[in-house]
């Protein structure tokens, strides 16, 4: 697909709603959502784009914060500001914003008790 580029949020809204039209009204059908992607060059790109469309989902938003800091840091070489800014592949971000049905990919399980097997495609939802 090749969507006319005029500027930044112009051509990512546009890139939106060609593969999620009418996202207010189906995206609580986990079908729709798992029947489609958006694929990225970059984690930064990947990270706009989910923010931009979790605010278009319904429904109320949870927020996870991770908690970093560096294991025998006695001079605070690396601030938490700095930790938290960190995107390593495979991991969630420091901030991670989720709604009830929204999609979600599970990349590691760090729990093995539970049986999750990696790339599992999920939905955030309550026990």
Same mark, same amino acid.
């Given at each position: 697909?090749?969507?006319?580029?005029?500027?930044?949020?112009?051509?990512?809204? !546009?890139?939106?709603?060609?593969?999620?039209?009418?996202?207010?009204?189906?995206?609580?059908?986990?079908?729709?959502?798992?029947?489609?992607?958006?694929?990225?060059?970059?984690?930064?790109?990947?990270?706009?784009?989910?923010?931009?469309?979790?605010?278009?989902?319904?429904?109320?938003?949870?927020?996870?914060?991770?908690?970093?800091?560096?294991?025998?840091?006695?001079?605070?070489?690396?601030?938490?500001?700095?930790?938290?800014?960190?995107?390593?592949?495979?991991?969630?971000?420091?901030?991670?914003?989720?709604?009830?049905?929204?999609?979600?990919?599970?990349? !590691?399980?760090?729990?093995?008790?539970?049986?999750?097997? !990696?790339?599992?495609?999920?939905?955030?939802?309550? !026990?």
């Amino acid at each position: 697909m090749v969507v006319e580029y005029d500027n930044d949020e112009a051509s990512e809204q !546009r890139l939106m709603n060609a593969i999620y039209p009418s996202l207010h009204i189906n995206g609580h059908l986990s079908d729709y959502m798992n029947s489609r992607a958006i694929l990225a060059p970059k984690n930064e790109h990947v990270d706009k784009l989910n923010a931009m469309l979790i605010e278009k989902f319904r429904g109320d938003e949870v927020v996870y914060t991770s908690f970093d800091e560096a294991i025998n840091d006695v001079y605070y070489y690396y601030s938490n500001e700095f930790l938290n800014s960190l995107t390593p592949n495979g991991m969630s971000p420091h901030k991670l914003v989720l709604k009830k049905n929204y999609p979600i990919m599970l990349l !590691r399980n760090l729990d093995p008790s539970m049986v999750l097997k !990696r790339f599992v495609s999920a939905v955030h939802g309550k !026990r």
